[in-house]
């Protein structure tokens, strides 16, 4: 009787454990991962964008009476706003004033410069962008259906304070998408130092002098000149560069009927120009540089003699924390092509996503950042020009930047950045032929040539 | 026995009344949680992965719409050149990432298995590269292969083997072999430490049985120690060659494809043209040819290397 009842008891043991744990088991499943997952799935897809971001947009809530702003932007040192650079206490304290007058709060996510398309992409073909207002360079075309027209929305008086071609960048199909905040192109640093114990005068002023000055100024480890070649795409990508020289050497990109015209001799020169530099005394680290930081940082060293940068980066040249050069640096003008000089644009501009509640409060959140005061501490703090004509003209923002005269003269000529939709996929294709020329796989002119054919086949499958 | 019968035979088995039809119904309910995960992280985004293959997707608006376009992403990676430079350069990283590991590790793990090699300290050591984060170390390679600053040039020009510095990563194929260089540095500790436990667990006796027999070192190594190491060699050959196809995080810090796309590989390509270009019906199908590659892959070595079983009859 004993072991028929301890059978039982084993058996039903036994058995009521595997049915006890299969029960288990199937009620997790049934009550709490599936419908959780589907949901998310759900709402991501069916949703429109602004109720959907409600749901399931991660930004942090805003202070309690406020509203919420959420704004994607660079850190620093790329062109960061008050909140994220390091910007003075007047302006600090004004961006408060600004929040508790608006009633809003202002919430930043600010990854480095080199993941925000990704991140933006990501997020936008998610549906559930989490802000108002993104940072954009030379996207904004790509990102034009997640984007509010806001040409309408800017007020006469800040737009005729800014250059009118400032707009031609996030400008697409006659709609303006954003705001360009600063005045960003492209000019020539020179070691003073380095130039004087070589004889040279003054910085060179066509191709035939940046030639024969990189040349003179090669000698053992240090270069005549530095740039990164190691990212073929994008603003600040071997491409871009290529396209200054374009300019310079008469060229263009595209025609009217929007197919790429560059496979001329403008082109071919342009790109020659680059290869001829690279041979004078090019640093031959440059092709393997993939951000323009890895080629500034030789240049502070001292170990290059000249570069084409963005104006930002006067102010850290100065700073004997961060450069060798303090008081030896010089800027002018890109030397001249047989059209003249020439220069792109960096882009940066403020632009607001469909996905915001209150478009009209970003637009006033984007004033704020266009604010006159606000560019001149932009301009001093943080070494980013402004884009307002009358701040660049200030005699402060001119004394602290003294490169700002050459930018200004600079931007008194060409500088096209030839930003289309498919920007990074026409720029990843021109500058992968380049890097092959700079290598010696290819000739200036096929390299052009089949640059054009892929081109053409991209600008194609756009239409 | 037909797939069918098979088939019919197991539910017929799941089917069965008593205790252990009610058994294996039980066990199947258990392993049932596990099967649900199983689907969603894995079994669903491979699906919904082929089917986006097959459309043109637009994001435009926050919406995610798909055209069907039947076979057209799969034909641009044909004409893509792009594509045949991230085949090439695929191939050749992953044949010789998985002979360099395998091999180094195997000599590794028999200098670890030797007597004076069995101390902890060198096994704490091993592990140093395989802990780093992948990113980390990325970052670290990339300060090494510095043209200007990096300790590589540092060392070889203070040996006089170079004279001038070398820039490690200006070069296609130099970019490619330090990338080669720095998986490999960081894969041999955890493919060492398999062919460990494989190498313990070879019988003693084998070995003294060569010896008895007159063999060589390398005649026990060709006949006692490689054919017991099989099963182990191939799960690291297969483990490997994955970890290998699959390699982004050093392309993406070091290089981003270049120069010329000389580091480009199948998955970075992938994640260029999804994510730069917003191709992502393309992307998807690069995704899935690589997804082929690898399930192919992992067939052939299974077959090929699979333990022989003996005829019915004869001693193993």
């Keep these: 009787m004993e072991e028929h009842e301890l059978e039982i008891q084993r058996q039903m043991s036994r058995r009521s454990f595997l049915k006890r744990s299969a029960g288990v088991g199937a009620g997790v499943v049934a009550l709490g991962a599936v419908p959780s997952i589907l949901a998310a799935c759900t709402s991501s897809a069916t949703a429109a964008p602004g109720a959907a971001s409600a749901a399931a947009s991660k930004a942090p809530s805003a202070a309690p009476g406020t509203v919420a702003l959420n704004v994607l932007a660079p850190a620093a040192p790329d062109p960061a706003p008050p909140g994220v650079a390091k910007f003075n206490d007047a302006t600090v304290q004004a961006f408060a004033k600004w929040q508790a007058d608006n009633k809003t709060t202002v919430t930043y996510e600010a990854p480095p410069w080199p993941q925000l398309h990704d991140k933006m992409a990501t997020a936008f073909a998610s549906g559930n962008p989490p802000w108002d207002v993104v940072y954009m360079s030379g996207w904004a075309p790509e990102f034009r259906q997640n984007l509010t027209a806001i040409g309408d929305m800017i007020p006469a008086d800040l737009k005729a304070d800014l250059p009118p071609s400032s707009f031609s960048t996030v400008t697409w199909d006659g709609k303006v998408y954003g705001v360009v905040f600063t005045l960003s192109l492209l000019t020539l640093f020179y070691n003073t130092e380095l130039l004087s114990k070589a004889g040279i005068a003054a910085p060179p002023k066509n191709w035939d002098e940046l030639k024969t000055y990189t040349k003179e100024l090669t000698s053992g480890n240090q270069y005549g000149w530095v740039l990164n070649y190691g990212a073929p795409e994008g603003i600040g990508g071997v491409a871009s560069y290529w396209m200054a020289f374009l300019q310079q050497a008469g060229g263009k990109m595209y025609g009217p009927d929007g197919m790429p015209i560059f496979n001329d001799t403008p082109g071919v020169d342009a790109l020659q120009l680059m290869l001829d530099v690279n041979t004078a005394g090019t640093d031959p680290g440059s092709i393997s540089y993939v951000g323009i930081n890895d080629a500034t940082n030789v240049f502070t060293a001292g170990k290059a003699a000249m570069m084409m940068n963005w104006p930002f980066m006067w102010v850290p040249a100065q700073d004997p924390k961060t450069s060798k050069i303090v008081g030896k640096l010089g800027a002018a003008l890109l030397p001249a092509g047989p059209a003249g000089t020439a220069s792109i644009d960096g882009t940066d501009a403020w632009t607001i996503t469909t996905a915001s509640k209150d478009p009209a409060l970003a637009m006033k959140l984007i004033e704020f950042y266009l604010d006159p005061n606000v560019q001149k501490s932009q301009s001093i703090d943080t070494g980013w020009l402004p884009i307002r004509l009358s701040v660049l003209n200030d005699p402060e923002v001119q004394a602290k930047s003294t490169n700002a005269k050459v930018v200004m003269d600079q931007a008194t000529h060409p500088y096209d950045s030839f930003v289309t939709p498919d920007y990074n996929e026409v720029t990843q294709a021109i500058g992968t032929e380049i890097q092959k020329a700079l290598k010696g796989q290819k000739t200036a002119k096929q390299a052009i040539q089949e640059s054009s054919d892929l081109v053409t086949a991209i600008v194609k499958k756009r239409k | ?40 992280v894995l079994a669903f985004p491979i699906a919904a992965s082929l089917v986006v293959s097959f459309q043109s997707v637009d994001t435009a608006g926050g919406k995610f719409s798909g055209t069907w376009v039947g076979l057209d992403n799969y034909a641009q990676a044909t004409t893509d050149p792009a594509f045949w430079t991230a085949v090439q350069n695929t191939v050749y990283f992953t044949v010789v990432e998985v002979t360099a590991v395998v091999g180094l590790g195997l000599v590794v793990a028999m200098l670890l298995n030797h007597p004076l090699g069995r101390s902890p300290f060198f096994r704490v050591i091993l592990f140093v590269p395989w802990a780093l984060a992948p990113v980390a170390n990325a970052v670290m390679w990339k300060w090494i292969y510095n043209a200007n600053y990096g300790i590589l040039n540092q060392i070889l020009e203070a040996l006089g083997i170079i004279h001038r510095p070398i820039v490690w990563l200006g070069d296609p194929q130099l970019a490619l072999n330090a990338l080669l260089l720095a998986d490999i540095w960081k894969a041999i500790p955890f493919i060492a430490l398999l062919l460990l436990a494989g190498l313990q667990n070879v019988p003693p006796i084998l070995y003294r049985a060569a010896r008895l027999d007159g063999a060589s070192a390398w005649q026990t190594f060709r006949f006692v120690t490689l054919p017991q190491l099989r099963t182990a060699i191939l799960i690291c050959v297969v483990l490997q060659s994955i970890w290998a196809l699959k390699v982004f995080d050093l392309i993406y810090v070091l290089t981003k494809g270049g120069p010329a796309d000389g580091t ?45 079983r003996p005829a019915s009859g004869q001693p193993a």
């Design chain 2, 1 to 40: 026995m037909s797939a069918l019968s098979t088939s019919h035979g197991a539910l017929s088995r799941f089917r069965a009344t008593g205790y252990i039809g009610r058994r294996r119904r039980t066990g199947l309910w258990l392993v049932l949680p596990a099967l649900v995960v199983l689907v969603a």
């Design chain 2, 264 to 308: 480009v590989t199948l998955n970075f390509l992938a994640y260029r043209v999804t994510f730069d270009f917003g191709n992502i019906g393309y992307g998807a199908a690069l995704a899935d040819i690589l997804f082929v590659m690898m399930f192919v892959l992992a067939l052939v070595y299974i077959r090929t290397f699979r333990p022989t």
